[in-house]
T-cell receptor
Framework: NAGVTQTPKFRVLKTGQSMTLLCAQD?????MYWYRQDPGMGLRLIHY???????AKGEVPDGYNVSRLKKQNFLLGLESAAPSQTSVYFC???????????FGPGTRLLVL | GIQVEQSPPDLILQEGANSTLRCNFS?????LQWFHQNPWGQLINLFY???GTKQNGRLSATTVATERYSLLYISSSQTTDSGVYFC?????????FGTGTRLQVFP
C-alpha cells in the first residue's frame, strides 16, 4: 500500500515549456487535490476532483489544467510554464470532503 | 474567505522542553487537521480533530470550534520534532492552511 505517489520528484523547465505532473493513489479515494507551496507559506489549493471524470477550481487555478480520467490518477498540467509557477506541488486524496487528506511527497518544480 | 492565524511564527526549544502552538480561525469550521512538515518537506498527518482533545504519544491537540481555535501540545520535545507545523481547518469542504509555526529543537 503505497498511499499517494507523485511523479516526477523534481523538474526544471524553461519558460514556455509544458509538462504534466502525475498523482496516483491506491486507497480507492474519491477526492483528489493539487496544492502548491511557495517558500515560507502554507499550501494553496489549485484544483480538485470529487470523483472520476470531475474537476473543479481551487484558490489559485490560473495557468494550470487537470484531468481525472481514472479514479486512482489525477494529472496536473502546465501548458506554458512561467517563473511564477516555480513551487513545490503536493497532491492529496481523501475518502470524502470531510475526511482526512493524505499527502504525497511533493514535486519540486523550477521554471527558468 | 476564512483566515487562519498561527502563533508563534517561530519557536526555538531545547530538547526536553514543552510547547503549545496555537491556531485561530475566523469562521466556523467542520473539521481541522494538524500537519508536521519535516525538514525534507514531507507532510505528515498528526491529528484530524473537529472538536475535543486527542493524544498521540508526546503530542496532543485540542479544538474548541465554538471559540474558533485549536492548540497543539508538544511535550518533552526531541530534535526530530523540528520542522513546520501547519493547522488546516476545513471551510466549505476545503482545507485552508495557515502559514505555520517553524519549530527548531536543539540538543
Amino acid at each position: 500500500n503505497a498511499g499517494v505517489t507523485q511523479t516526477p520528484k523534481f523538474r526544471v523547465l524553461k519558460t514556455g515549456q509544458s509538462m504534466t505532473l502525475l498523482c496516483a493513489q491506491d486507497m480507492n479515494h474519491e477526492y483528489m487535490y493539487w496544492y502548491r507551496q511557495d517558500p515560507g507559506m502554507g499550501l494553496r489549493l489549485i484544483h480538485y476532483s470529487v470523483g472520476e471524470g470531475t474537476t473543479a477550481k481551487g484558490e489559485v487555478p490560473d495557468g494550470y489544467n487537470v484531468s481525472r480520467l481514472k479514479k486512482q490518477n489525477f494529472l496536473l498540467g502546465l501548458e506554458s510554464a512561467a517563473p511564477s509557477q516555480t513551487s513545490v506541488y503536493f497532491c492529496a486524496s481523501s475518502r470524502d470532503s470531510k475526511e482526512t487528506q493524505y499527502f504525497g511527497p511533493g514535486t519540486r518544480l523550477l521554471v527558468l | 474567505g476564512i483566515q487562519v492565524e498561527q502563533s508563534p511564527p517561530d519557536l526555538i526549544l531545547q530538547e526536553g522542553a514543552n510547547s503549545t502552538l496555537r491556531c485561530n480561525f475566523s469562521d466556523s469550521v467542520n473539521n481541522l487537521q494538524w500537519f508536521h512538515q519535516n525538514p525534507w518537506g514531507q507532510l505528515i498527518n498528526l491529528f484530524y480533530i473537529p472538536s475535543g482533545t486527542k493524544q498521540n504519544g508526546r503530542l496532543s491537540a485540542t479544538t474548541v470550534a465554538t471559540e474558533r481555535y485549536s492548540l497543539l501540545y508538544i511535550s518533552s520535545s526531541q530534535t526530530t520534532d523540528s520542522g513546520v507545523y501547519f493547522c488546516a481547518p476545513y471551510n466549505t469542504d476545503k482545507l485552508i492552511f495557515g502559514t505555520g509555526t517553524r519549530l527548531q529543537v536543539f540538543p
